[in-house]
């Protein structure tokens, strides 16, 4: 049958084998197979895997079922299982959060990725020792935590003999979606179907197989089924003379065989279609319950001759054969078997607690706390849309107004966190038709303020969250309290509230009754006053980088308002503190975040090399985790530290971060692009679109309006105001800002006044001016400094003082060098040549030219880590890992690891610490 199935799919048949080939030779891939149900897809993927068995790859198989849809990881401990002897060689934290994702530790999962980089060891260590083919059959019913994992391990397949193929009916699922290759099957030629309906019914008449040749629609397993169909009723014409969808009518063919069985065989087959991946021993015992009598294995004997099920085991032939029979019996049959099964179950609860609900027409809060506490255990085992299903269902059986609220708002948080802002916003809504105590009405708010991203809402809104959140707090819930006043706080930080709203905020962050230590309180008030409460908020900040911290998250979060309040090299310090923890935790959402934070530390630092590896992996991670957003604001980062070096993809980059944020209108992003198109303007001498560009992040009119990210710019500003024609407005805005200025200890506001003072001060008074401006410039903050020694070295070429512009400008260039930032070197350059110095182009740098992995993966082998060691930091396999090091050797002119130290030199840090 197979060899009729596959007639007329020669392409797809050598597509597949060459990849098989591929991976056998030790560079695997992956691949989604997408057709129709019935289209051949099993059956084109089974002779490649049994190409790979003769071929001596290793195959294992897992196959999703419609009625595991809501058990976390249950099609990856399919795989686990058939690999459960590599488990104990697993690095411990891998091995935990293996084992407790598949249920086989009560353990919660730290993070659903550390649960991929698990599996991705575990496929690649068995890949090690015989090349491995993964099959993942009937994807789109799989659950969403297995899909997840293995889109992970699929994004990563490179160097290893290790091929994952996955059959599914969608284009939409979480594989299909993940940027893999897809190769889609499609009807087959009338030529071909001809010959396969010949192959399988040679003495059809003629009207007979016209007419299922059009009904079949080249499809192969309607080719093949219908035929038989006819027979099983002694050969009549059993067709309606109207068309019919192509899958009613498969499963109408296998529906007229299941009709004809014995009860006990239709009752098995009935289960066994709900029970998913369960045993047959289970079926037995809840088809006895059912019928009343015992029921054994000889009732599967008709349905293997009826050719509805494989001899061995329970397999259903095709996955509509599962289908047909579901949809042929009664609700009442169904909600019967539910029963049985759920009997039959003892000692699996969330099994259980899914055929009860099956079986359950109204409410019944015996049910519902059943699938509440199904809820819980998927979480713990990383599971969020089995969760998140476990909750919608408990609250449809759930009578008390209190306890229906309560699941709500959970399930809507959940939905939330899983990207379903469609499905938040509409369990928000049904929780709010309810009479909502105090802390529900919060947690609502919460969630409605969350789904707008933080970026658009009113500002009435926005202070009423947080002033709730105080009241919560006071009332004993300090977490649910802080969330909330983040939600609040977040508002003001991506969008535009209003001055008497972000008052609001700030004066609800000073009242929160929690410690002030506390590293999140630290942060809220970072973000929500960085100038109103002054030196306060540069002091808490400092102190908590002196502070021991073995809290990653509070670190990200306090890495992200130092650079809100103007110092980014302090930033860089305290976000670096938290990556190693992220990376070991598997919380690859949160460290998107945090490098994006590292990314722009650098940016604004200057340092090119440093901000473009960690963009890179940032944009990356956004990507993999759902976090628009976040990608977004890579983006705008990536086009200032192209304007800061010089490359012409700064306007690219720019372009692409604005189609990303205006939707949403997400103003820092905005901000940071304005202000990198301004840079680069700058240093090509356009000074009236750098002005126009800079300008727009200080009008409060215009969407890319910032009210703190603007400090960073004003030294920028003023210096095309002055070069141009705009001298008046660069005045009128250091006059507004000034007074800001004594009441903050921002550098960036600080230097950028300092700075711009001295550009707008009369020829003969700006000397003392630019040298007070370079003396107050943090130490920590070369790039800066380097700006103002090209500006005073420009001012002292000018008024013909050459010796002693060219000191000046020749520290300038070397700084400029050092950091990357290529544009700003040739600036001082230009000026060095009119000063009458020479200042030649140096080569680049040998670290650039590598990418920003290979750059990566350099320097953490330079510190002496494994290939196995760096995998687990940048999640991919160590044979990528060694991959890449044969790449960069020739670039760098090296033979071994040994020498990367040496070679890279100044290039072994990330900005603000060590990698």
Request: charged share 20%; aromatic share 4%; net charge negative.
């Amino acid at each position: 049958m197979h060899r009729r199935a596959l007639l007329g799919r020669e392409t797809e048949r050598r597509a597949l084998a060459a990849l098989v080939e591929q991976g056998a030779a030790g560079s695997g891939g992956a691949t989604v197979i997408i057709g129709a149900p019935g289209i051949g897809k099993s059956a084109l993927v089974a002779e490649a895997a049994d190409m790979a068995a003769r071929g001596g790859t290793h195959v294992i198989t897992a196959v999703g079922v419609q009625s595991e849809e809501n058990l976390p990881c249950a099609g990856l401990h399919q795989l686990v299982h058939q690999l459960r002897d590599g488990i104990d060689d697993l690095p411990e934290r891998q091995r935990t959060a293996l084992l407790a994702a598949v249920g086989l530790v009560d353990e919660a999962v730290p993070d659903l990725y550390l649960v991929g980089l698990a599996a991705l060891t575990l496929l690649t260590d068995a890949a090690a020792k015989s090349p491995l083919l993964v099959v993942v059959e009937d994807a789109h019913w799989m659950d969403h935590a297995s899909l997840d994992v293995l889109g992970f391990v699929a994004r990563r397949i490179e160097s290893d003999p290790l091929v994952l193929v996955a059959v599914t009916r969608r284009l939409d699922d979480r594989l299909g979606s993940a940027g893999l290759p897809v190769l889609h099957l499609g009807p087959l030629t009338d030529e071909v179907a001809g010959e396969v309906l010949d192959a399988v019914a040679p003495d059809l008449g003629q009207q007979v197989r016209r007419r299922l040749l059009e009904e079949s629609a080249g499809n192969p397993l309607a080719l093949t089924e219908l035929p038989a169909a006819l027979r099983s009723v002694g050969g009549a014409y059993a067709l309606n003379p109207g068309p019919l969808p192509l899958t009613a009518r498969l499963e109408r063919t296998f529906t007229a065989r299941v009709s004809r069985l014995p009860a006990d065989t239709r009752a098995l087959l009935l289960l066994s279609a709900l029970n998913g991946d369960g045993t047959m021993d289970e079926c037995l015992a809840a088809a006895s319950r059912m019928l009343g009598t015992a029921v054994d294995v000889a009732a599967f004997e008709a349905a293997i001759d009826g050719g509805l099920v494989e001899a061995q085991g329970m397999a259903f032939r095709h996955p509509l054969v599962r289908s047909a029979i579901y949809h042929a019996a009664t609700a009442a049959e169904r909600q019967a078997a539910h029963t049985a099964l759920a009997a039959a179950l003892q000692g699996q609860p969330d099994r259980q607690a899914w055929h009860r609900a099956a079986a359950t027409a109204g409410p019944d809060e015996r049910v519902a706390r059943d699938l509440d506490s199904t809820a819980g255990r998927a979480l713990r085992r990383g599971g969020v849309a089995a969760a998140l299903a476990a909750l919608r269902r408990a609250t449809e059986l759930t009578r008390d107004p209190s306890a229906r609220a309560d699941r709500l708002l959970r399930a809507a948080e959940l939905a939330l966190e899983s990207g379903q802002g469609d499905v938040a916003a509409h369990l928000v809504a049904q929780a709010r038709s309810l009479d909502l105590s105090v802390r529900d009405q919060g947690r609502a708010a919460w969630v409605s303020i969350a789904l707008a991203e933080g970026t658009r809402g009113e500002g009435a809104a926005t202070a009423e969250l947080a002033e709730l959140a105080v009241e919560i707090t006071a009332g004993g819930e300090p977490t649910l309290g802080l969330r909330m006043l983040w939600g609040a706080v977040l508002q003001c930080f991506w969008g535009e509230p209003g001055p008497a709203a972000r008052e609001r905020v700030a004066a609800a962050a000073d009242r929160m009754p929690v410690d002030a230590d506390n590293a999140d309180l630290v942060a809220l008030r970072a973000y929500s006053a960085p100038v109103e409460r002054g030196g306060g908020v540069m002091e808490s900040l400092a102190g908590q980088l002196e502070r021991s911290s073995e809290n990653a998250e509070g670190d990200q979060l306090l890495g992200g308002a130092a650079v809100t309040a103007g110092a980014p090299a302090l930033a860089g310090r305290l976000t670096a503190r938290s990556l190693d923890a992220l990376r070991a935790q598997g919380r690859l959402s949160m460290l998107a975040r945090a490098l994006c934070v590292q990314a722009g530390s650098a940016a604004r630092l200057g340092d090119v090399r440093a901000g473009s590896l960690a963009a890179e992996e940032a944009a990356s991670l956004a990507r993999e985790t759902g976090q628009p957003l976040v990608h977004a604001m890579v983006n705008a980062i990536r086009a200032q530290l192209a304007a800061v070096s010089g490359d012409p993809a700064a306007e690219a980059w720019a372009a692409e971060a604005e189609r990303e944020a205006l939707p949403s209108g997400g103003r820092p992003v905005l901000a940071i692009l304005q202000m990198a198109r301004g840079q680069a303007a700058l240093c090509q001498g356009r000074y009236g679109d750098a002005f126009g560009h800079l300008h727009r992040v200080f009008d409060p009119a215009d969407p890319s309006f910032h009210p703190w990210l603007r400090f960073y710019a004003v030294a920028e500003l003023v210096e095309a105001a002055v070069r141009g024609e705009s001298a008046e407005v660069a005045r009128d805005v250091v006059r507004e800002l000034s007074p800001l200025g004594e009441t903050t200890s921002s550098p960036a506001l600080l230097c950028g006044l300092r700075l711009g003072r001295a550009l707008l001060s009369p020829q003969d008074a700006a000397e003392p001016l630019y040298r007070a401006a370079l003396d107050a410039v943090p130490t920590d903050w070369p790039f800066e400094r380097a700006r103002a020694r090209l500006a005073l070295g420009e001012w002292l070429r000018r008024h013909r003082r050459p010796a002693e512009s060219r000191v000046a400008l020749q520290a300038a260039r070397e700084i400029f060098d050092a950091l990357g930032a290529s544009a700003w070197a040739d600036r001082a350059r230009q000026e060095l040549r009119a000063a009458g110095a020479s200042s030649p182009r140096q080569d680049p740098a040998a670290a650039d030219r590598l990418t920003s992995t290979e750059l990566h993966v350099a320097q953490l082998a330079a510190q002496g880590l494994t290939n196995r060691e760096i995998g687990e930091r940048l999640y991919v396999s160590p044979r990528t890992v060694s991959t890449h090091l044969q790449r960069m050797f020739p670039k760098l002119g090296v033979a071994s690891r040994g020498e990367l130290a040496a070679v890279l030199g100044g290039t072994m840090t990330y900005p603000g610490g060590a990698v």
